[in-house]
């Protein structure tokens, strides 16, 4: 059984006329007789009873009838797909995120997206830096929102999408908490809240060279690899933590950010698209375009 069958067997069912159905083909009658023969040997049933004036379906022509209907729209869903997914405008997007995405730019950039390219199926998973990028190495992600810079970006094109700073979350019963802004140094008798370098390397080594750019290596009391959970150690008052500014969107009671004075030149804390060198998926290419875009890149 094939689908040019198919298709003229409803011809033929909703025309009830040989040649009525064959002109809708655009094909001659004789070769369109033999194909219905064919397929009715094959099925072991006649499909259509014969009259003078046409053809009627016979009772297994009619339990046929929705099922070949549904057969062909499910093969032009196929095909509508493949195409969607050659052109970029459909298909599935698996993206790892880091948590931290989902403050500000996620938001800027779904909606959009989804209004942009319906079709479009996004997976969405949140993991570190490391496990997103991991993660497209093993294909269990196409593209990922990291943390930029990463320590080692060989093999992955990376797009950065946004730009931010650093700035030192304390407790509200610190006397730092006075202040709106300071330079770190200020702060380099604190105990430091600080980042997990097996599990977050590339964010641990930026918070270390921050105070390193300050004049001090950090007294670490605690490591936490969560945003979240840094910000909750620090209203506990177990010390402060180094955390990107977006963080103050979600900012727990008993924590104040502090802006920082002495940013050096050109240090910035940023979140990139990142995906394989020369990946080809269309999809991805799409979701890399629109983030540029939104982001104004």
């Known amino acids: 059984m094939k689908l040019r ?11 009830g006329n040989f040649h009525r159905a064959a002109e809708c083909l655009h094909m001659a009658q004789p070769p369109l007789s033999v194909s ?5 040997d094959e099925l072991g049933s006649a499909l259509f009873e014969r009259t003078t004036t046409g053809v009627l379906l016979t009772p297994a022509g009619q339990a046929m009838l929705h099922d070949a209907r549904q057969a062909l729209l499910h093969a032009q869903q196929c095909r509508q797909a493949v195409q969607d997914a050659r052109d970029g405008t459909g298909g599935r ?9 989902t403050y500000a730019l996620l938001p800027r950039l779904i909606p959009s997206l989804r209004a942009r390219y319906p079709k479009i199926a996004l997976e969405l998973t949140e993991a570190t830096s490391s496990d997103v990028l991991e993660g497209l190495l093993s294909h269990r992600f196409d593209a990922g929102l990291v943390r930029h810079p990463v320590l080692d970006a060989s093999g992955f094109e990376l797009l950065p999408l946004d730009r931010d700073e650093f700035v030192l979350a304390v407790a509200d019963s610190s006397p730092l908490a006075m202040h709106d802004a300071i330079a770190l140094h200020e702060a380099a008798h604190e105990p ?12 641990a080594a930026l918070a270390m060279m921050r105070c390193q750019f300050s004049g001090f290596v950090p007294q670490v009391a605690q490591e936490a690899m969560q ?7 620090v209203a506990s008052g177990l010390g402060v933590g180094l955390v990107a500014g977006v963080a ?15 940013n050096p030149p ?4 940023s979140i990139a698209l990142a995906r394989l060198a020369g990946d080809t998926n269309r999809v991805v290419q799409r979701f890399a375009e629109h983030a540029l875009i939104c982001c104004g890149q």
């Open 5 to 15: 069958q198919l298709q003229q067997f409803v011809t033929l069912a909703e025309t």
């Open 36 to 40: 219905m023969r064919k397929l009715e």
């Open 93 to 101: 997007l698996r993206l790892g995120i880091i948590g931290s995405a």
């Open 192 to 203: 430091f809240i600080m980042y997990p370098r097996a599990k977050v390397p590339g964010l």
């Open 227 to 233: 945003v979240q959970t840094i910000m909750s150690l």
């Open 248 to 262: 103050r969107q979600v900012m727990p009671r008993g924590v104040k950010c502090l802006l920082l004075t002495d």
């Open 266 to 269: 050109g240090f910035h804390v």
